[in-house]
């Protein structure tokens, strides 16, 4: 009997210290969807995908949410959340980053009207037209330098459903080229039916690397980042990373 309580004890101990271990990991972005979905949805987005299973093996919990770019970016540097989800390195340089991206994109390919006759060639060929982009993303040194100067010719859009707005926009007449990540441009013009209404018009840059970036202002963020990153590597060796970019249409880059 002794040894029954004894080693139920020892049980609750163990059980105990593995519950204050466990962390509640919030990450956040505006809606970017293949990177982050709806969070009601079984396919709630790649990146939080990968977050939940890589976090779950670590003994930690994600809770995702839908906040503002800007918003989430400022939040989660004064460590209100952890993270945000589908950041590039221009977006928040002050944040801790893991070394493993989770996606690489190119964040400034542009995409038209199927009739339409333009084509991105370098930066003078967007003086005469409308350029549709979305508030406090990077774009690039260049492209956003452009943006920053040239006002009157861009329309900014902002909120959960930007991309949306601007590809109606675009199909309104009321811009007449998007600036996007391919695979968010493509995926949002599945969602609404219009795949076969648009076409590429070039980009500014190769591909560069996507990742969720953690809060420099919490003291775990470096252990965050490592897991995530050794994660990845973990995930990409059994196949499950590949499996999960599947789902969203998507292929490994490695």
Not at 26 to 51: F, K, R
Not at 171 to 200: F, H, S
């Amino acid at each position: 009997m002794k040894k029954s309580i004894f080693l139920l004890a020892a049980l609750l101990v163990i059980y105990s210290a593995s519950n204050c271990r466990a962390d509640r990991i919030t990450i956040v972005a505006d809606y970017w969807c293949p990177i982050n979905c709806d969070p009601s949805s079984l396919q709630p987005g790649l990146m939080v995908e990968i977050a939940q299973i890589v976090f779950a093996n670590a003994g930690h919990t994600i809770e995702y949410k839908i906040v503002p770019w800007a918003r989430a970016i400022q939040d989660s540097r004064e460590g209100k959340f952890t993270g945000i989800i589908g950041a590039l390195r221009g977006d928040a340089p002050d944040f801790i980053f893991p070394e493993n991206e989770l996606l690489m994109v190119s964040p400034n390919a542009f995409f038209v009207k199927n009739d339409s006759k333009w084509s991105y060639n370098d930066i003078a060929s967007l003086s005469n037209v409308k350029l549709a982009a979305v508030s406090g993303y990077d774009y690039g040194e260049i492209l956003n330098e452009y943006i920053k100067k040239e006002g009157k010719n861009v329309d900014l859009a902002s909120g959960e459903d930007a991309g949306e707005r601007n590809i109606k926009k675009l199909l309104m007449g009321r811009v007449d080229v998007i600036v996007e990540a391919a695979p968010v441009l493509w995926y949002t013009a599945a969602k609404i039916g219009v795949t076969d209404q648009l076409k590429a018009a070039g980009q500014v840059s190769e591909a560069v690397g996507c990742y969720i970036a953690f809060s420099p202002a919490i003291a775990k963020s470096k252990e965050y980042a490592r897991i995530l990153s050794d994660g990845v590597d973990t995930l990409r060796k059994s196949g499950k990373l590949q499996e999960i970019l599947q789902k969203y249409g998507l292929k490994d880059w490695k």
